[in-house]
């Protein structure tokens, strides 16, 4: 990462339900290599807010201050590159310690700040958002992301079934194995259905499937091309792949459909072990003796939840 990118900061604002907080917090520490119980998080580390499901806004931050004037006397001289621009203040709801502002307010100190901003404000279609917050007393002032909830779009698919991760869950199963993209291969050879593919390949990662059931690969191929998408699924064990990857992930079968045994499930693990050199494991049974078994050393966990419903998500090395 080049030094102008590791001065740079940015806040991140989190909105999750109270279920989705133990699997929010490990893409947090996956993205970030750090965690925080607030619903913000501070980094030098650039993540494009839309690849989370739980991030709101990315805040990059161009000026802080003690003072909302010494931010206003900032902007006399900001010159903005863009034709048009407009502000938004983030302070919409509750931010750590910090209490929303009320929108009459937020909408005055919107204005003020824009007036000042020498350039042409376009509130409808402007080509620059410019981002005011207030955390913790101090005010912040930068450019401005919102998250697109990309993951909706892929929650009807042609195929489905109902024990299959959510498109939630997979996002932020395929971000916790692979947080930085470049130059990382990824197989899930117990695809599925393809919920995970899916969602890697909406973000750009480079990943594989792999299922034994025929029916389901065909499945799996014809929701991945719904929704535009290119990824190549294969039908067979993973026993059988010879090709070695940066990580894989994996959802141990447990349905009706693919029932496994505890030989099964050790033997998918091992074999995971072996072509990958990172693992990221879901399931509904607590197997930390066969990872163990199998070689793997288990760094981070979290039990995502849906109602009664719960999974453990593994990480391992």
């Not at 490990?26 to 993540?47: G, K, Y």
């Not at 989370?52 to 206003?72: A, C, G, Q």
């Not at 958002?129 to 005010?139: I, M, T």
């Not at 990662?205 to 294969?234: K, P, W």
Request: aromatic share 8%.
């Amino acid at each position: 990462m080049r030094n102008e990118q590791q001065n740079k900061k940015y806040i991140y604002t989190y909105v999750h339900h109270v279920d989705e907080f133990d699997l929010c917090r490990m893409e947090m520490r996956a993205f970030f290599n750090l965690d925080s119980e607030a619903n913000f998080i501070i980094s030098h580390v650039d993540v494009e807010p839309s690849r989370s499901p739980f991030i709101e806004d990315r805040l990059e931050v161009l000026y802080e201050e003690n003072s909302l004037d010494n931010i206003k006397k900032l902007l006399k001289h900001f010159i903005v590159d863009a034709k048009t621009y407009k502000v938004v203040c983030l302070n919409t709801f509750d931010i750590g310690n910090t209490k929303k502002i009320a929108q009459p307010e937020r909408r005055v100190i919107e204005r003020e700040l824009g007036l000042l901003i020498e350039g042409e404000p376009d509130l409808d279609h402007p080509e620059v958002v410019f981002g005011l917050l207030l955390l913790d007393g101090r005010w912040y002032f930068g450019v401005h992301s919102k998250s697109e909830s990309i993951w909706r779009k892929h929650l009807h698919k042609p195929y489905s079934y109902s024990t299959a991760l959510s498109t939630r869950v997979a996002r932020a199963v395929a971000n916790i194995a692979v947080p930085q993209p470049q130059n990382i291969r990824a197989i899930d050879p117990c695809c599925g259905i393809g919920t995970v593919i899916i969602e890697a390949l909406s973000m750009g990662m480079t990943i594989e499937g792999r299922d034994l059931n025929h029916f389901v690969c065909q499945g799996s191929r014809e929701n991945i091309a719904y929704f535009g998408l290119q990824g190549n699924i294969t039908l067979g064990p993973i026993s059988e792949v010879t090709e070695h990857y940066d990580v894989a992930i994996i959802d141990l079968p447990y349905n009706l459909f693919t029932h496994s045994t505890r030989e099964d499930q050790f033997d998918i693990v091992k074999h995971a072990r072996r072509i990958a050199d990172k693992v990221v494991i879901v399931t509904i049974e607590t197997i930390d003796d066969l990872i163990t078994d199998a070689g793997l050393v288990i760094v981070d966990r979290c039990i995502a939840k849906k109602q009664r419903f719960l999974r453990q998500i593994l990480l391992c090395n």
